[in-house]
């Protein structure tokens, strides 16, 4: 497959792989048993893995020449990068050799592992921390090849390793094991659903190094996957490296009413914050240029905005929470070009709208090409919103609440008809006996800030994105 210029040799530092090597059991016995790395870089985990296998083969009493013998057979590796290749090599020659061995006729095969038919291999052990490759990363061949071969990347905008994944858990002997270094997105990305299905007999145990720099430089939360064959067992075993609790997860409380799995133990007897509270996407115009105005003057009629003017009776005060950031600036205005009657809100024809309001058309004629070329839902006019969610929900009290979480949610209030046009927001469902104010206290609190880091995707050291159903299903 022709691949792309990026950036997919990423080495794993040292103590990561005996962490890995310990704790999927390579530590005894394990003369004769095939250990396999499928993209093997320049040896990182190869070389710790043959240094082992000498050890123990000395302790048995082995000589030399078996040894060198057990290691071709062994040993397997893969890996397309000739230089790498060749470095790994170097490196387990360099291992023998000071150790007398010679003459290993090493098994490290310059292949695409994921294009290789590696039917024959049946490995005790496979280790490894495969290439990470965005969908948008990879070749149309790629993309194309993957798809047709791996169940694991059928839909979607599946990543390369999730395919590794597959192919490795293929390549194990019926009672194999596999550790793999993998990015921690697997459990939540909704791409990754089929993967998860995939995983979820034979997973024992996952290690979260999520706020960890594992690899120097690289923002990337990665966790250790166990997987154990034949071993369908009802937990999982979570470790959280940040805080260093240890507990074990019933398998089927991993995705509860969420399609994704969260690492909690089920806590019952608690109020899910969506039975009081709505949570709702903000309004997407998907061009704020053309709806959103900030007024150099206004009269008892109009906005004026530079040499142009709106008239007041379409526009409604517009939130998101930087603009309540930066409350001391000027109040932003946004154009709501619909009726709203009897709290249901109804479309203008285009002449009916521009004979209404022909200072609000006018204004948004200089957008219209831009306007048309939106990916707008399929009934959506021009001047209309891109999407017409939540709209009804728009005329009552409000909270406005960003869509990425760092370190507190910071929440904003917003009046009666105030539209928000970034972030979620959250209204009072009739009836609540919670208020907005025990909204604000719930979602400012620490335990909502653990909740969001169990159930987020991070993506910086102490930021994590959130999904409507997440708020919706936090239980306070
Ligand atoms: C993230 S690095 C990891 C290397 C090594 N496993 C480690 O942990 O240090 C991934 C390696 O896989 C190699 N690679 C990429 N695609 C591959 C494929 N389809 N088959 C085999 N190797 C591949 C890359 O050249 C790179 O050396």
């Given amino acids: 497959m022709a691949k792309k210029n990026r950036n997919d040799q990423i080495f794993t530092p040292d103590r990561y792989v005996e962490d890995m090597l310990n704790r999927i059991g390579y530590v005894k016995n394990l003369v004769g048993k095939t250990v396999l790395e499928n993209s093997c870089g320049q040896g990182n985990i190869l070389v710790p893995i043959v240094n082992r296998y000498i050890k123990d083969a000395k302790i048995q009493g082995l000589s030399n020449e078996h040894i060198a013998e057990s290691l071709s057979r062994n040993i397997i590796g893969f890996e397309v990068n000739r230089e790498q290749k060749e470095k790994c090599i170097e490196y387990l020659d360099k291992i023998c050799s000071s150790n007398g061995i010679k003459n290993v006729q090493w098994d490290i095969r310059e292949e695409d592992f994921l294009t290789y038919n590696a039917n024959e291999i049946k490995a005790s052990f496979i280790v490894g ?11 149309e061949d790629e993309r194309l090849y993957l798809r047709e071969h791996y169940k694991v990347c059928k839909k979607g905008r599946f990543d390369y390793c999730y395919a590794f994944i597959e192919a490795s858990i293929n390549a ?11 990015p921690f997105s697997i459990f939540r990305n909704r791409y990754a659903r089929e993967l998860r299905n995939f995983i979820f007999d034979g997973i024992t145990e996952v290690v979260d190094f999520t706020g960890e720099k594992v690899f120097p430089g690289i923002t990337c939360s990665v966790a250790f996957l166990l997987y154990e064959k034949g071993k369908d067992r009802d937990k999982i075993l979570y470790e959280k490296r940040e805080t260093d609790e240890k507990m074990m997860i019933q398998k089927s409380h991993l995705c509860q009413d969420n399609k994704k799995w969260v690492f909690q133990k089920v806590i019952d007897g608690r109020e899910k914050f969506g039975n009081y509270f709505d949570v709702c996407n903000s309004v997407a115009t998907l061009l704020n240029e ?21 008239e007041k009776e379409i526009c409604l005060k517009a939130i998101s929470t930087k603009s309540e950031k930066r409350k001391s600036e000027e109040q932003q205005y946004i154009i709501f070009p619909y009726k709203r009657k009897e709290e249901e809100i109804y479309n203008y ?26 990916k707008s839902d399929k009934n959506a006019q021009w001047f209309e919103y891109g999407r017409s969610q939540a709209l009804k929900e728009l005329w009552k009290e409000k909270l406005v609440l960003p869509m990425v979480i760092t370190r507190q949610a910071r929440v904003y209030r917003g009046d009666e008809g105030a539209v928000p046009y970034a972030g979620y927001f959250i209204t009072q469902k009739k009836d ?23 159930v987020g995707t991070p993506t910086t050291e102490t930021s994590y994105r959130i999904s409507v159903d997440d708020i919706k299903q936090y239980r306070f």
């Fill in 129 to 139: 921390n495969p290439p990470y490759i965005t969908y948008h990363d990879m070749t």
């Fill in 290 to 310: 053309a709806f959103l105005i900030q007024p150099v003057k206004e009269d008892e009629q109009f906005f004026y905005v530079e040499e142009q003017k709106v």
């Fill in 432 to 454: 609540s006996c919670y208020t907005l104010d025990d909204a604000v206290r719930i979602l400012q609190s620490i335990e909502f800030y653990q909740y969001v880091k169990m």
């Fill in 349 to 374: 024809k285009e002449k009916e709208f521009k004979r209404l309001y022909p200072y609000a058309y006018q204004y948004m004629r200089q957008f219209e090409k831009k306007l048309k070329d939106r």
């Fill in 172 to 182: 194990l002997k019926p009672d194999g094991k596999m550790i793999y270094l993998i």
